[in-house]
């Protein structure tokens, strides 16, 4: 029998008697909010004299002045990142009396192959935060080559007399050989990878050798050796821009499962960023070996302990601990890891490859039928199908046993394929326990691009059905977590160290009529509260590398969630100096500095970085003919090749070219960035001619890119003129290259594919929608809530709680579930739907739009550089209500929906006054911010 034990509410130190980073749970630590001006001559850079010392706990106790307290700090540190690309967090961990105050550095603003790329934090405390008679200050630190490992810290606090207020003094620390030093590798015993595209070392823990809760006051280092000064690091540390990352320690899962006495299950709910801790009373586990697994993903029964390893994005987090056999242990990972389940298992020997055996392994249900026959999937008892691991009809190839575990070697047939099974599967079978159907043509007729127009994939050929489907528990029939204590049901306190960016909870909120279009937004809000460190990443999971597409959706979806600008404006810097290989993420440089100029109201990336933004348009690559972008004509910048959309299965056929309407269109539309950017930066002459050849380049497309017969967009030139694919439609609308009077055939083109393209690619065509503006928004608001397999309802479905890097598992088998770049919603959402955008830097003046579909109310708050806008929408078949809180000192107009009424007259403020008709719309006249304003045409 399974028991559920949950630890809610466990104070750590009630175990131990105090350990290392003892806040309680759900308690943040202090954001950073100023900015130092620099290391002093005095703070030194220091180390373990270890020449091995990979992981090294540094450690200066602080006796208080007689009778004073400390009342408030600042403290700046850093320490060598110089490996990996800067992808691994903990070269700090930064304590103050016990307390886990930051963890960093995190990246830097120049070249990761640079030697100056290492940035400083700051921190300031209170007097909460620096109680006692002595203060301990203690840094963990990791360095991959020990010889380079280095840390540096100044710390500034004041003391006030407890008689006189008035009477302070000043406190000043800085690392130099008074501090101790202790070489904490043995502890870590590290080994092996857990990086999937980068080097991290799985943190084999051996208990016995922790010194003790070495980060409080009157710990005794006198067995510690004394700290040695290192070599400087040689350039002036500059400080960051951003706020110092969030660490929170005591974080308990809201779920875990004694799935037996050795074997214990647990789940976040969610994905996190995070390492997890183990404390074990003196005598609890009787075992040799602790082995703890994490991964995003299960493949069995919820609670069934069968978890996806190594996870899809190459990840291994599978660490082998070896308790104290004569005293408690503490166990805690050093660098953090993205997950959401876990796995803890006690074993006394070790199987073959050196774990301690896993757990046994659920089936997958599969089955293969011939056509004109039916299909039955059924799910074990209590469980739903939640997702379609494989799905083909035609002449796949392999086979699937029920019962023997989730193994199956089907593949397709490229000869003989249908590429909509598994979004055909997906929307029969979903969330049911069982499903049957009738194999033929006919199913599969709607949205196949590789068959007939019967749905007939190959003609004359015997074709028949492979499916394998994984079910799970029914969402909600969980068992409830109830309370347990240590020594009861499960011998250990687990809980989790998180990290994570700054996140404000009242920034930004969302809710309508439409049930699933919350759950998405809420979906994509998650993404970017948990998988945000100090840049933009792809994910944090395989590669943790910014990539400029992800840096501009992602950074754009926090523009519109959380009201800060340095976050995007550290992540341009990042991205700008350390480009990546695709042409159309180097023309998003210029998108990207454009946006930042238009939420922060400062050109600063423009003027920092201007030939290189001009350069990355691809501007120096039109042919004076043409006036198109023509690579057959002009070198490429070395190692950079066209994307298009990725994985490239989601291309939807695109003709690769030398001239290509996607990198064109991408060239018009930073041209466009560049010009309105030069005059803000000071480059009028630059932004005239960029101004200029986007509107030749926009001419050019429309006589060359355009067929006269669809009235669509070619796929380019050069072999590429007969064939229109989705990508060419979604950009070259997105970018406003599309002349007006296709919008109809476009439109008609693009509700009929839907979504062919990837969870990147629906960033244009979620936005060509709205900038077509022919409907009212109805197509994309089918498409944000729709449930086909290319859908965020699907992520739901198979419980994702942030967004995939793929739309399904067979899209990507390699796919993370947890990258931002798949937010696009949230843009969609606030730019389009509710139409809000920024007609002036800084919403110095704005203008909200609505294009609500068939939405009947709306609400929603959204941040700003000057402050929120509080927006309410109420729709009935004869009415249009709004009402609008501006942030003070900026104005903007209202335009509601015509509704079919002849009438100019908008009732503003309880006021009949004459609007001003914009298609079909009926606008304000600008209205001030700084108080709320109603609306309403009827």
């Not at 007399?161 to 406190?171: E, F, G, Y």
């Not at 290509?660 to 480059?683: E, R």
Request: hydrophobic letters at 40%.
């Amino acid at each position: 029998s399974r028991v559920m034990v949950g630890l809610r509410g466990l104070v750590v130190a009630a175990i131990l008697g105090g350990v290392v980073g003892t806040r309680l749970p759900g308690e943040q630590a202090p954001h950073r909010d100023v900015k130092a001006t620099g290391f002093s001559p005095t703070a030194t850079p220091i180390w373990s004299a270890s020449t091995k010392s990979n992981y090294v706990f540094l450690q200066k106790e602080v006796v208080v002045p007689s009778g004073a307290v400390l009342t408030s700090g600042t403290i700046i540190v850093t320490a060598a990142t110089f490996n990996d690309k800067e992808k691994l967090l903990g070269a700090y961990r930064l304590y103050v009396n016990g307390v886990s105050i930051g963890i960093g550095p995190g990246r830097g603003d120049v070249s990761t192959s640079a030697t100056n790329h290492t940035l400083y934090d700051t921190f300031q405390l209170s007097a909460a935060d620096l109680t006692g008679s002595s203060l301990v200050l203690g840094i963990q630190s990791y360095a991959s080559d020990p010889s380079k490992g280095k840390v540096i810290l100044q710390a500034n606090f004041t003391a006030t007399s407890v008689v006189d207020t008035t009477d302070t003094t000043s406190v000043a620390v800085v690392t130099d050989t008074s501090w101790r030093a202790f070489d904490a590798t043995p502890y870590y015993n590290p080994s092996g990878n857990t990086g999937g595209a980068y080097q991290a070392p799985q943190e084999n823990i051996d208990a016995a050798l922790f010194p003790g809760d070495w980060t409080m006051p009157n710990f005794d280092s006198s067995k510690w050796d004394a700290a040695v000064v290192v070599a400087s690091f040689g350039f002036e540390i500059l400080p960051k821009v951003t706020q110092g990352l969030n660490i929170t320690t005591g974080v308990i899962p809201p779920t875990i499962i004694a799935i037996s006495d050795s074997a214990f299950f647990f789940d976040f709910e969610t994905e996190v960023m995070a390492g997890i801790r183990l404390e074990v009373p003196e005598g609890l586990v009787k075992t040799k070996y602790i082995e703890l697994t994490l991964s995003e993903e299960l493949t069995g029964p919820y609670g069934s302990g069968q978890l996806l390893y190594p996870m899809r994005t190459g990840n291994h987090y599978r660490y082998l601990f070896t308790p104290n056999p004569s005293g408690p242990s503490v166990i805690e990972l050093h660098e953090y890891a993205l997950f959401r389940y876990g796995t803890v298992l006690l074993c006394n020997t070790l199987t073959s490859d050196g774990g301690c055996g896993g757990v046994p392994v659920p089936p997958t249900q599969c089955e293969v039928a011939k056509e004109e026959t039916k299909v039955e999937l059924t799910c074990p008892s209590g469980e739903i199908i939640s997702e379609v691991l494989f799905a083909d009809y035609g002449e796949p190839t392999g086979t699937c046993t029920n019962g023997t575990g989730p193994q199956n070697s089907f593949a397709k047939n490229a000869s003989c394929t249908t590429d909509n099974a598994v979004a055909v599967i997906s929307k029969t079978c979903l969330q049911k326990s069982s499903c049957t159907l009738t194999v033929g043509n006919g199913i599969f007729a709607n949205g196949c691009h590789t068959c007939l127009p019967d749905g007939d994939p190959c003609h004359l050929a015997l074709k028949h059905l492979s499916v394998a489907v994984k079910c799970i528990g029914k969402s909600g029939a969980r068992e409830s977590v109830v309370s347990g204590t240590v020594g009861g049901e499960m011998p250990f306190a687990l809980s989790a160290w998180t990290v994570a960016y700054p996140w404000t909870e009242t920034d930004s909120h969302f809710t309508s009529s439409n049930d699933m279009l919350n759950r998405v937004y809420e979906l994509c809000r998650n993404t970017l509260r948990v998988t945000s460190l100090d840049t933009t990443t792809d994910s944090n999971t395989r590669e943790r590398l910014p990539y400029e597409a992800d840096g501009y959706i992602t950074g754009n979806s926090r523009y519109l969630l959380q009201r800060e600008t340095n976050w995007q404006l550290h992540s341009g810097r990042h991205n700008f100096v350390n480009p990546t290989w695709p042409t159309e993420w180097r023309q998003f440089m210029p998108l990207i500095a454009y946006e930042h100029w238009m939420q922060s109201g400062s050109p600063t990336l423009a003027q920092e970085y201007w030939d290189m933004l001009s350069h990355a348009t691809q501007v120096g690559c039109v042919n004076s003919t043409t006036q198109l972008v023509d690579f057959s004509k002009c070198a490429r910048d070395a190692g950079t090749r066209d994307i298009v959309d990725w994985p490239q299965d989601a291309r939807d056929g695109y003709v690769m070219t030398d001239v290509n309407t996607v990198i064109n269109s991408f060239l018009v539309g930073s041209l466009n960035a560049m010009a309105k950017l030069g005059y803000a930066a000071g480059h009028d002459a630059d932004a005239a001619k960029f101004a200029a050849q986007a509107n030749a380049t926009t001419a050019a497309m429309r006589k060359l890119l355009v067929d006269p017969t669809t009235g669509l967009m070619v796929d380019g030139l050069d072999g590429a003129e007969h064939h229109s694919a989705w990508h060419a439609q979604t950009n070259a609308l997105w970018f406003g290259v599309s002349p007006p009077s296709s919008y109809p055939m476009m439109l008609k083109f693009l509700k009929e594919k839907r979504v062919v393209g990837s969870v990147y690619a629906v960033f244009s065509y979620l936005m060509s929608l709205y900038e077509m503006d022919a409907d009212h928004g109805a197509t994309a608001l089918e498409m944000l809530t729709q449930c086909d397999g290319n859908s965020w309802c699907h992520m739901l479905n198979v419980n994702a709680t942030a967004t995939m890097e793929a739309w399904t598992r067979a899209e990507k088998p390699n796919l993370s579930w947890s990258h931002p770049w798949a937010t696009a919603p949230i843009t969609a959402i606030v730019r389009g739907l509710l139409g809000l955008g920024a007609k002036t830097p800084a919403y110095a003046t704005w203008v909200l739009k609505p294009q609500l579909g068939n939405l009947t109310w709306v609400d929603i708050r959204v941040p700003s550089t000057p402050g929120y806008f509080d927006v309410s929408i109420n729709v009935t078949s004869i009415s249009f209500s709004l009402t609008v809180n501006a942030p003070a000192e900026t104005s903007g107009v209202v335009c509601a929906p015509m509704m079919g009424i002849n009438s100019l007259t908008l009732t503003v403020d309880g006021v009949a006054v004459q609007g001003v008709q914009s298609g079909d719309y009926l606008c304000s006249q600008s209205l001030l911010g700084g108080k709320a304003h109603s609306i309403v045409r009827k």
